[in-house]
């Protein structure tokens, strides 16, 4: 059984950093792309950055510059690294991962729990 699991986040002042880490675990073929998402209240949720298995990045205009994505292939894991924090950062982190179950098989997408980000002075 695959599980994506987040962590990291918590309150910062605006201005501050945070890091969030999501870990991908269980049996599968290959791990594809893999990125976070937010949502903020009231607010749909969006794309803020992806990795591609080939190391490709894809950023929100919003946070370019501020956040970096990052991936380490040998845990399975991605991380974003995320400065110059803004109270509109403030929003449910969710890591989002596509994945092939086996070599003849289609891609499913998994999604963790959530991380709480709150940037507020």
């Known amino acids: 059984q695959v599980r994506v699991v987040e962590s990291g986040g918590g309150l910062v002042q605006p201005g501050g950093s945070l890091r969030l880490s999501c870990a991908v675990s269980?049996?599968?073929?290959?791990?594809?792309?893999i990125g976070w998402y937010r949502r903020a209240p009231g607010k749909e949720r969006e794309l803020v950055a992806t990795?591609?298995?080939?190391?490709?990045?894809n950023y929100a205009t919003s946070v370019k510059g501020r956040f970096t994505i990052s991936r380490d292939n040998a845990n399975n894991t991605v991380y974003l690294e995320m400065n110059s924090l803004k109270p509109e950062d403030t929003a449910v982190y969710y890591c989002?991962?596509?994945?092939?179950?086996?070599?003849?098989?289609?891609?499913?997408?998994?999604w963790g729990q959530g991380t709480q980000v709150t940037v507020s002075s």
């Open positions: 989002h991962a596509r994945i092939k179950p086996k070599i003849n098989t289609v891609e499913n997408t998994y």
């Open positions: 269980g049996r599968f073929f290959s791990l594809n792309v």
């Open positions: 990795v591609s298995g080939g190391d490709s990045t």
